[in-house]
């Protein structure tokens, strides 16, 4: 068998039809779904059931809630596929999406322990109204190196989504999903500790999957408290894996460019319960992953108004201004 594709399901809705469908759908059919049922209560475990009942393909395990990250390492622990891919519950998979996956395994002239692929964002509000944000990047299909531009290296690490992994490459390397983790930052760890061990990555530039921000429903939209310090300590991760001296000097300048957009982010739509934690995380996320002069953050075009103060607090060090913002913003 090709292909084991793992998808925890918890609550899915009315989007884990569709989810499922699209999979199923695959041109390229030799695989098996992996549907694990995270303690659903809202009717998921039963969709997923039925469909298993009329697709050999698919085994379906009930268990209690434990995360996404248990579920995902519990699916390899039952993979049978020579590679593993990973679905969200709320996604879709293009129909051409294993066949081109199977097409770059078989025409390698090595053995690949990741391939990656080209996908869409999408924001999807409850009245099934969709607007496409990003369609896609630009680039040919490549082979990764470590001294590959960090474009690239931002599109291997952004999810595992995107791409299948040798599933003996991750036995043997012990690569598995961080249970601690709980919000946005699971994926980015695992690709970082991929990345460290195998350069037999391939990147694939057609779209084979659209990933959705679900408004009003999807987690990943809601402030997570944990989450700003995870980041921080998934970045030094980073920095320890990945240092400066073995990688192109934009490597260091747009990593830690994306941490403060990230961060600015995830502030800017949260609510807290201190001001004085908020400007102790700021200081933490300064002196660790911010030592560069002002003069090399990147182009600061396309970020919002919010972003912007954000990024002149950071830079500055004007953290009585982001006390002045939220008092106001809290009354």
């Not at 659903?40 to 039963?46: E, H, Y």
């Not at 970045?235 to 747009?254: G, H, V």
Request: with cysteine; hydrophobic share 40%.
């Amino acid at each position: 068998m090709r292909f084991s594709i793992i998808m925890p399901v918890y609550n899915a809705g009315v989007f884990i039809k569709a989810a499922i469908s699209s999979i199923l759908n695959q041109k390229f059919r030799d695989f098996e779904l992996l549907l694990i049922d995270d303690g659903s209560t809202d009717g998921s475990a039963l969709v997923c059931d039925e469909f298993a009942l009329n697709d050999d393909r698919i085994r379906v395990f009930h268990r209690s809630n434990g995360g996404i990250c248990n579920a995902r390492n519990f699916g390899i622990g039952k993979a049978q596929g020579e590679y593993i891919m990973f679905a969200d519950h709320d996604d879709e998979y293009l129909p051409e999406y294993t066949s081109i996956i199977n097409d770059t395994v078989t025409e390698s002239t090595c053995l690949l322990d990741i391939i990656k692929v080209n996908f869409t964002l999408a924001d999807r509000w409850p009245d099934g109204q969709r607007i496409v944000t990003h369609s896609g990047r630009t680039g040919q299909s490549c082979k990764w190196a470590i001294t590959s531009d960090y474009e690239l290296f931002e599109r291997l690490t952004l999810a595992v989504w995107d791409g299948a992994y040798r599933r003996d490459f991750l036995l043997q390397s012990g690569v598995l999903f961080d249970e601690t983790l709980k919000v946005g930052t699971e994926d980015f760890k695992f690709m970082l500790q991929c990345l460290s061990k195998t350069q037999n990555v391939y990147w694939r530039r057609e779209v084979c999957y659209c990933h959705y921000n679900n408004y009003g429903i999807s987690t990943s939209s809601k402030y997570y408290e944990r989450r700003i310090n995870d980041i921080i300590n998934v970045a030094r991760m980073e920095k320890e894996l990945f240092p400066t001296d073995k990688l192109k000097r934009e490597l260091e300048r747009f990593r830690r460019w994306n941490s403060v957009i990230i961060v600015s982010g995830i502030m800017i739509k949260g609510v807290r319960r201190s001001i004085f934690r908020d400007i102790s995380v700021m200081y933490d996320l300064r002196r660790e992953l911010l030592p560069i002069p002002p003069t090399h953050y990147e182009n600061e075009d396309g970020l919002s108004r919010a972003e912007k103060v954000f990024v002149l607090i950071f830079r500055f060090h004007l953290f009585w201004l982001y006390c002045l913002i939220t008092l106001i913003k809290c009354r």
